[in-house]
């Protein structure tokens, strides 16, 4: 579970009839504090990869955008891949399997003011 910031618009992909998968970079902050010796430990800020299918890739096209905060629940998944030159990088990812919009979205003239309208967060079915 991580509750944070989108860093940049969604890389959003189609293959195979219509089915997407979204990519999405999440920062999440651990708050600074002050010890009791008066020493400052700063803020401190972690990207994650955030990795999503089908439906809920869909979902995040539509309305995930850079700055948008989000409550997400998946899986983990280490991989590693060799570039061109032959050095060996590690990615990890988060594989997203639901996820809550908790950033208010901007009203428009059609729609009347609710404050609690949530966007639709449908089951994401990863193909793990």
Known sequence: MLIGNVGQDPDVRYYEQDQAVAQVRLATTEKGYTL??????PDRTDWHNLVFYRGLAKVVEQYVRKGD???????????????QKGERRYVTEILVENMEMLSPRPQTDNQPSS????????????PF
């Open 36 to 41: 009791q010796n008066g020493t400052q430990v």
């Open 69 to 83: 905060k989000l409550y997400v629940e998946g899986r983990i998944r280490y991989r590693s891949y060799d570039t």
């Open 115 to 126: 404050p609690n309208t949530q966007h639709p967060t449908p089951n994401n079915d990863t």
